[in-house]
């Protein structure tokens, strides 16, 4: 069975510019979470997403971030126009949803984000 | 609010020595308590987990307690090996899903 696969592995843009991550999460799984981790400091909470709906987004920074899951499937996280301190590592996580037992979050391997 | 704290980092450990990284939280009600690991190039993997007082999670040889009077979950390792080499972080979930609250990490870096 796949993983949480993100797309891409790397980014580097230029400030001002446009990018978006991608979010590939475990077939079936309904729950879908965005964190970030900014120069080597905690990850944070960006937000949740219970199938195509968003649950919370209390930790969406600034409305310069636009997160989407258009068929509760795959999501996308959009940043416009990027800034020097957005740069930093883009987690995607999923779970199940609590009747099968949703407790464990799995986590993608993160998209690097450079913001120069 | 809720927080989670851990020593930082790095740690720099010779093969077979013991490990503890120290985590401490503050959280209402009864969180859930969590180790994960980021090997290098690769995602988070959850690691061990309590999710209520004087649980111990354990796991390839790690342990943590849940100890609610100190608000504690401390992970140890007996022995450790280089391939135990990553960024460990100490997590909380209070309420539900999955909306965790992550310590900074500490990075363990083990020579042979």
């Known amino acids: 069975e796949a993983g949480v696969t993100q797309f891409p592995s790397h980014s580097v843009i230029e400030k001002g510019q446009t990018v978006t991550l991608r979010c590939d999460p475990i077939s079936g799984h309904d729950n879908l979470y965005w964190y970030r981790r900014v120069m080597g400091k905690e990850i944070k909470f960006l937000l949740h997403?219970?199938?195509?709906?968003?649950?919370?987004e209390s930790g969406m920074p600034n409305n310069r971030f636009l997160a989407e899951r258009t068929g509760g499937t795959y999501s996308t996280l959009k940043v416009q126009p990027a800034e020097l301190e957005d740069s930093g590592v883009y987690f995607c996580?999923?779970?199940?949803?609590?009747?099968?037992?949703?407790?464990?979050?799995?986590f993608g391997q993160g998209t690097r984000l450079t913001v120069v | 609010g809720n927080s989670v704290t851990q020593m930082e980092g790095p740690v720099t450990l010779s093969e077979e020595a013991f490990l503890t990284i120290n985590c401490t939280y503050t959280?209402?009600?009864?969180?859930?308590l969590f180790w994960y690991v980021q090997y290098p190039g690769e995602g988070l993997q959850l690691l061990l987990k309590?999710?209520?007082?004087?649980d111990k999670g354990s796991n390839k040889g790690f342990e943590a307690t849940y100890r609610k009077e100190t608000t504690s979950f401390h992970l140890e390792k007996g022995s450790v090996q280089v391939s135990d080499s990553a960024v460990y972080f100490c997590a909380l979930r209070s309420g539900g899903y999955n909306k965790l609250i992550f310590g900074a990490g500490t990075r363990l870096a083990v020579h042979p």
């Open positions: 997403f219970v199938k195509e709906s968003k649950q919370d």
């Open positions: 309590a999710t209520k007082a004087d």
């Open positions: 996580a999923s779970s199940q949803d609590w009747v099968r037992g949703g407790l464990e979050a799995f």
């Open positions: 959280a209402t009600g009864y969180p859930s």
